[in-house]
């Protein structure tokens, strides 16, 4: 199962997607942030996307990118995945994430390597 949990708004996520040519019917759920009454870094969002997907939050993982987005997932009491990006991530949010990534590569083969473990 996988979700879309984004503070932009639902229609402008869409909107996005189609100008990318992606079909976002390939993920099972789309949260935005116009469906929930507080934002990141609040675990509201994530919380409500493990709700939609039937799936327990520590079931769950993240990939965030924002110091707000590993802070609601933590929160969420998720397995946060940090891809960094332009803006460089605070100490304190990189020692609660789950584990830091360079790239979304390196996810595959990190979800590839856990597969026999509980991850």
Excluded: W
Excluded at 84 to 92: G, L, R, T, V, Y
């Amino acid at each position: 199962k996988i979700a879309i949990a984004s503070s932009t708004r639902l229609e402008k996520i869409h909107k996005r997607f189609e100008q990318a040519n992606l079909d976002i019917n390939l993920f099972d759920s789309v949260i935005g942030g116009d469906m929930v009454t507080d934002p990141k870094p609040n675990p509201q969002i994530y919380l409500k996307s493990c709700e939609v997907l039937n799936v327990a939050p520590e079931n769950a993982i993240a990939l965030e990118d924002s110091d707000y987005g590993i802070m609601s997932a933590s929160s969420a009491g998720m397995k946060a995945i940090l891809v960094p990006d332009i803006k460089q991530n605070s100490d304190e949010v990189i020692n609660l994430a789950y584990t830091k990534v360079d790239n979304l590569l390196e996810v595959i083969d990190l979800i590839k390597k856990e597969n026999n473990n509980e991850f």
